[in-house]
């Protein structure tokens, strides 16, 4: 019997968790991750076992089941147990959205009516640990969290199994793999897949420029004739070289002072995206190695790596002391010039921000601040990785403390006739945060258009010399590699076209959260949608067909600016400005109309079907000849255009006989202007009960479309046999379009 538990979502959070407190809050169980699932579609109804193009949608929500693998069984059960004596519940689940989900769900499904308050802590030391407790909230102040994390799983569940379902029985020619479609990952996808179109599309132009070496009292530099209308015939550029070979006139200089803030702190996506043009390392890598500075054993000197802003609040400013000392201890820090008092930037421009970090679960990753004493201790326990990422952590923290960059800014111009010539310089007055960075050159300072000019003043005489033309070629976009992909992920607004809504969604979070955009990735990955190429990430031949045949369908499917709109509406639930039934609402209008545009296309035989395999599993199979028959006489009788491909894939002639047969009613009898069987179905239906010594049962022998289905399944429960007659196994991801291809369904 106990009266008070603490929840921790996983067993080395509650190791953690128990030497910063003991049990003086209580005996501290762990969780596993989710220890419940969803219960799958055929559960809430038992009519969507069957594949077919519907929304998946229940009435109210689904229900929650225990989820298997690893020990959470056990685990859940000792929650269980627990909750039913305890009077209090703390629960000390990481503190994002999804942790919120983990820690509440076990909650609600026990229907558990005692207290609960809520512990957040950003960093696992025990000092941080012991504040958390201390300060802890009821609760229900963190409902908006909870709302939106069930309106995500529950949305992405509706949206992810209905799409992929009709995506297969109404695009896959009858393949019997899974055209799996993700309300993230198909749009992730298509970012990939658009990119290496552009690539391949691109056509290459050859342009030239012009340049020549510029005489004044003071020295020599580069001036450049570089029109914003490219120069595309030779004889242009070289009667431009005739020109200035030579020439002489005043210099038009402007000399202008300026200063640069320091760059953002880091949150999780743009660690990722520097790892991995810095070091090459995956996406996953890099949250690996923060996780483990996170919360490794005798380490935890870095603050929660999933953030999903890039500030910090305005309390955590009375830390700013401590954490310079505790970097310039027996450190490499301690040469960097960080000013007696630190620059402290509030606001959209600074690190501190409270209103950017108002709605966000976690602020920017820095060093921790309760375990940064610790530093000359445990550095020499770190590993290479370990020790690199920190590093990068570190002096972008002391950047943000440091002054502006002050440099000095000349452009020269000089006239030309027809053809100005201009060099830009760039003089450094202060290097203020950049010399927490000795040993980087921004990509932009790394040409002549930053280069050091002599003095020179306004008025002074000029002469060109050596002018020659330099060749240049176009070049296409860069591939993706991951870091860059997550990017582009976070800022899904780029892909709209809309003005308004451009606007609209450059303050949303972009499409998936910090923690779900590598797995996503990865799962691309597995399913041979995607796959490396050196550094770069490209779509395989299968992932390009895949693109181009639901973009074609629909496409919303693969947009990532739609996709967007919806995570937005998510964040909106966070923030109170939304219900989470409403959300849900949205995802399911969107979902509904997609599936309605899908069947239409596979019954009109409108665009292209899916020609290869997309997932595991065999050729395509034929519909039987009861099928065939039944399609053609529902077309003669309702004057419909039998689709593409109905005689030669049974994906494609089911979808037409549900979408125009008389649908059957729940009581199993026969459906109103339903025909009995034809004389070959029951001949047919007569020769498989004999063989199989079963009945056949009566709604069937008085309904075609009722003998039609219970004929399909006696052939389906033949072919499963060892693979008999000759027919390709199903693959254990379909087996019937009954069971669940969760491989193909990883969103999360």
Not at 161 to 166: A, D, G, N, P, V
Not at 729 to 740: G, L, M, R, S
Request: hydrophobic share 40%; glycine share 6%.
């Amino acid at each position: 019997m106990v009266d008070q538990i603490v929840i921790t979502e996983k067993s080395s959070q509650a190791k953690d968790v128990r030497a910063a407190i003991g049990t003086r809050f209580g005996t501290i169980l762990p969780a596993e991750g989710h220890l419940l699932d969803l219960e799958e579609p055929e559960d809430a109804m038992p009519e969507w076992k069957r594949w077919s193009p519907v929304l998946l949608r229940p009435n109210g929500l689904y229900a929650t089941r225990p989820a298997k693998g690893g020990n959470k069984a056990a685990k859940l059960k000792a929650i269980r147990e627990a909750l039913r004596s305890a009077k209090k519940v703390w629960l000390a689940t990481d503190c994002d959205r999804e942790g919120q989900l983990i820690g509440q769900e076990i909650l609600e499904h026990y229907n558990y009516q005692g207290e609960v308050v809520r512990v957040l802590f950003t960093a696992q030391d025990p000092q941080t640990i012991r504040d958390a407790f201390h300060r802890a909230r009821p609760n229900h102040e963190y409902a908006g969290l909870y709302a939106a994390a069930v309106a995500r799983r529950q949305a992405d569940q509706i949206y992810n199994l209905s799409l992929t379902r009709t995506a297969t029985v109404t695009l896959g020619r009858g393949a019997r793999g899974v055209i799996g479609v993700g309300r993230v990952k198909t749009p992730t996808m298509a970012i990939v897949c658009k990119r290496e179109l552009e690539i391949r599309d691109f056509m290459s132009t050859n342009y030239f420029e012009v340049v020549a070496i510029a005489s004044v009292a003071g020295g020599h530099f580069k001036m450049r004739h570089a029109p914003k209308e490219r120069i595309l015939k030779l004889q242009t550029a070289e009667d431009i070289v005739r020109k200035a070979d030579g020439f002489s006139g005043p210099l038009s200089v402007t000399v202008e002072d300026k200063r640069q803030s320091p760059p953002k702190l880091h949150d999780l996506p743009s660690l990722q995206k520097l790892c991995a043009s810095r070091f090459g390392w995956t996406a996953s890598k890099t949250l690996d190695v923060a996780q483990e500075l996170y919360d490794g054993q005798s380490k935890k000197i870095i603050t929660y790596p999933r953030a999903e802003v890039r500030y910090l609040p305005e309390s955590l400013i009375a830390d700013v002391p401590k954490i310079i000392v505790g970097l310039q201890v027996g450190q490499s820090y301690k040469d960097i010039p960080v000013p007696a008092q630190p620059i402290i930037r509030k606001g959209p421009r600074g690190a501190f921000h409270d209103k950017a970090v108002k709605d966000a679960s976690h602020h920017a990753v820095i060093p921790n601040a309760n375990t940064i004493d610790t530093l000359k201790d445990v550095w020499p326990r770190l590993s290479a990785d370990e020790k690199k990422l920190f590093d990068v952590i570190a002096r972008a923290y002391l950047a943000a403390i440091m002054p502006d960059f002050r440099f000095r800014q000349t452009v020269a111009l000089l006239a030309v006739p027809n053809a100005p010539f201009r060099a830009t310089g760039r003089q450094p007055l202060d290097l203020g945060w950049r010399a927490a960075f000795p040993d980087w050159v921004p990509t932009s300072e790394k040409s002549d258009d930053v280069q050091v000019l002599p003095m020179m003043t306004n008025g002074e005489a000029a002469t060109l010399r050596d002018p020659k033309v330099e060749a240049k070629e176009t070049r296409p976009p860069p591939r993706y590699n991951e870091g860059s992909l997550i990017e582009a992920m976070q800022n899904a607004w780029r892909f709209v076209e809309d003005a308004p809504l451009r606007e609209r969604l450059k303050e949303a979070k972009g499409i998936g959260t910090p923690a779900t955009r590598a797995e996503i990735i990865n799962g691309l990955k597995r399913q041979k949608f995607l796959t490396n190429q050196s550094k770069n990430i490209v779509p395989t031949e299968t992932g390009l067909e895949l693109f181009g045949v639901l973009n074609h369908a629909d496409p919303t499917l693969v947009d990532p600016g739609a996709t967007a709109q919806l995570e937005q509406l998510l964040d909106d639930v966070v923030a109170g400005k939304q219900q989470m039934s409403s959300a849900i609402d949205a995802v399911c209008q969107v979902a509904d109309r997609i599936i309605t545009k899908l069947k239409s296309t596979a019954q009109s035989g409108d665009g292209p079907l899916l020609k290869s395999h997309t997932g595991k599993g065999g050729p395509d199979r034929p519909p039987t000849p009861a099928m065939k028959r039944f399609a053609m006489s529902l077309a003669r009788d309702k004057q419909l255009h039998l689709p593409r491909g109905y005689a030669t894939s049974i994906d494609v002639c089911r979808a037409f006989l549900e979408a125009h047969a008389p649908k059957k009613p729940k009581d199993g009898s026969a459906a109103s202007g339903d025909k009995p069987p034809s004389a070959a179905q029951l001949a047919y239906a007569k020769n498989i009960a004999q063989a199989d010594g079963i009945t056949i049962p009566a709604a069937a022998m008085a309904s075609s479309t009722t003998m039609s289905n219970w004929i399909e399944k006696q052939r389906g429960k033949k072919r499963g046999k060892a693979g008999s007659s000759g027919s390709p196994k199903k693959p254990k991801a379909q087996a019937n379009h009954d069971e669940e291809p969760q491989d193909y369904l990883l969103e999360r």
